[in-house]
DNA sequence: TGTACATCAGTGAACGCGCGTTCACTGATGTAC
DNA sequence: TGTACATCAGTGAACGCGCGTTCACTGATGTAC
């Protein structure tokens, strides 16, 4: 029976991909704010200067925690979109419902991770060839109100919707983390803003 | 001609005040993050521990620069709707135009104390006896949209628009001064949130 | 196949810093007699 | 009116801390010959 001895190894492997996904777990659990540089390096095991190989500063790593939590909510969105299926008035008003949703239900679950990422640190200067802008979530909100408008259900002009419905998605999302409106009220926003959206059934 | 030795007194005068008044400037200049209650201290002239007379730590006194704050938002806000007179469609209109542009404004103008007021420092804790959740600023928007609804201007049922129009204000002043979203679609949000709340001219 | 060597990714000690908070103290104030 | 004294609002030194970053270094790796 041989003995193995599991060995550390000297060279981690990808040290750069572990900084940042231990940084992205600290910054969810504790905050931005509350996340040094020393304590991601320890929690993986590495000295701290050993980052320094890999990230140009700190900011550079808490940036590309940003990028990871954006890619996090476009996926929820997207996801969240996706599963709605059909083609009709009501899945077209459901879908939008849904992904507007999931946008709030992502703050609500990572409050931590959504301030970051909006954050002054992260949202400003976006990963080199990306505008945040043009993020996915926003996107995929942009696809629900074409579908919408596609079927002629749009009560106002199509241009300039997409920003008011991020706008109002983003908002309250932002005033839930932090307690000035309470989660009860996702659903009746969701509602109302179908209700100013979406043209009444004629019959 | 006698000769007056100017005397800084041993007791300050008010220096809740003073401390409360120097945080909220620094705060207003360079972010919550960046202020310290030694910093503070040192710009009234006095020693840090002084503060602890009149703060029972450094979380009271920035809870007190976020109370401050909202009650700048409010003021901008309410001054703003007021500026607009007359009661017909024209300035009811322009007085929700001009409510969120105010609101908006303060968001750029004072970024720093914008994100303090609604950050996680301040905004769950409200100041005793006050909910953040009926701001002034947040009523001033639902009395602009009392106005349309008076005139029966609204396409919409009015319960729920406070709250979304207040979402998609504060969202857009969010994205916006964290350089997400470009000043310049101000006008055109505050444009498409009027062509969709306001029923149009019948004519 | 074996060896010299350049390269790269680690280490750990140190620098220099500012922070919030506590503590024993003292100077000023105003009130009771 | 004068004085003793309690109260309060200051002081300044110290505690203990963790931080980002730099530096000279060393261990591992892989490639050229």
């Known amino acids: 029976m041989a003995t193995v001895i599991a060995t550390v190894p000297y060279h981690h492997g990808d040290l750069h991909e572990a900084l940042s996904a231990e940084a992205f777990e600290q910054v969810r659990a504790k905050g931005g704010d509350a996340v040094s540089l020393r304590a991601v390096a320890q929690s993986v ?15 550079a790593l808490m940036q ?3 990028h990871r939590g954006s890619l996090e909510l476009d996926r929820r969105t997207l996801l969240a979109a996706d599963a709605v299926r059909g083609r009709g008035r009501r899945a077209a008003t459901e879908r939008l419902r849904a992904c507007g949703a999931a946008y ?9 991770l959504f301030r970051h990422t909006f954050g002054p640190d992260c949202a400003g200067s976006a990963l080199p060839g990306e505008k945040t802008k043009d993020s996915a979530s926003y996107r995929t909100l942009g696809r629900c109100l074409d579908d919408l408008d596609r079927l002629g259900l749009l009560g106002a002009p199509r241009a300039g919707l997409d920003l008011m419905i991020w706008s109002a998605v983003h908002g309250f999302a932002s005033l839930l983390i932090e307690g000035i409106v309470p989660a009860e009220a996702t659903g009746p926003l969701m509602a109302t803003m179908v209700s100013v959206l979406v043209r009444p059934p004629t019959r």
């Open 45 to 59: 095991g590495v000295s701290a200067s050993a980052a320094y190989h890999h990230f140009p500063d700190k900011t």
């Open 64 to 66: 590309e925690v940003g």
């Open 104 to 112: 709030i239900g992502f703050a609500q679950d990572e409050p931590h």
